[in-house]
């Protein structure tokens, strides 16, 4: 078990640790445009997400891909926009821990995101001041589970790993943090994760 105060970089990850995300209104209105879809899992796959958490597809791009999902392409991108950016609620209490951990440990975001939700996200919620710094996906140019957004943030931060615990809700996304000697924690509720917390020394 690590010593009280060996560990002071604390890394958060954003989705389902901060905020929740709801994914059925933009759904219902792609179905509602005749879009043959049964799942947030089918929109993804449709739309590659992926090319936008890394960076490869801006945000306009990503939207004529929602569109390009319906049959009646009547949808205006800004409709688009608006259901696309309408699925977060925040997590008061892990924003609060977050905010509080920032006091007496670096705090860092470190997320699976593309440029649309990032903005808003920080227009919005501003989730930009918390802490001492983000890497947002889209910014890495590669996503978690890869070491290489995990790297960069080492770099990024001067982060060094012994001293160094990761918060995600995706046991693949901590396991590859903690095969480069991260701490981890599977996020799986606000007092499950302040106690491993506290067991590293930080709470």
Do not use: C
């Not at 609060?96 to 920032?102: I, N």
């Amino acid at each position: 078990m690590a010593t009280p105060q060996s560990v002071r970089n604390v890394i958060f990850d954003i989705g389902w640790v901060l905020v929740r995300l709801d994914y059925r209104p933009l759904l219902a209105f792609l179905q509602a445009h005749g879009a043959q879809l049964a799942d947030r899992d089918a929109v993804m796959k449709g739309i590659r997400l992926e090319d936008h958490e890394t960076g490869r597809l801006p945000g306009d791009g990503l939207l004529e891909r929602l569109r390009g999902l319906t049959r009646t392409q009547t949808a205006s991108l800004d409709e688009m926009r608006v259901k696309w950016l309408d699925m977060f609620q925040l997590e008061p209490a892990m924003i609060e821990l977050a905010h509080r951990l920032s006091e007496r440990h670096r705090v860092f975001l470190l997320s699976n995101i593309g440029d649309l939700h990032w903005v808003h996200l920080s227009r919005e919620y501003r989730l930009h001041a918390i802490g001492h710094g983000a890497l947002p996906s889209y910014v890495a140019g590669v996503m978690k589970p890869h070491a290489g957004i995990y790297a960069e943030a080492e770099r990024r931060f001067a982060l060094e790993p012994a001293a160094t615990v990761f918060i995600d809700d995706r046991p693949d996304n901590v396991a590859t943090a903690t095969a480069r000697g991260w701490h981890g924690v599977v996020h799986q509720g606000h007092p499950q994760t302040l106690r491993h917390l506290r067991a590293l020394g930080v709470g």
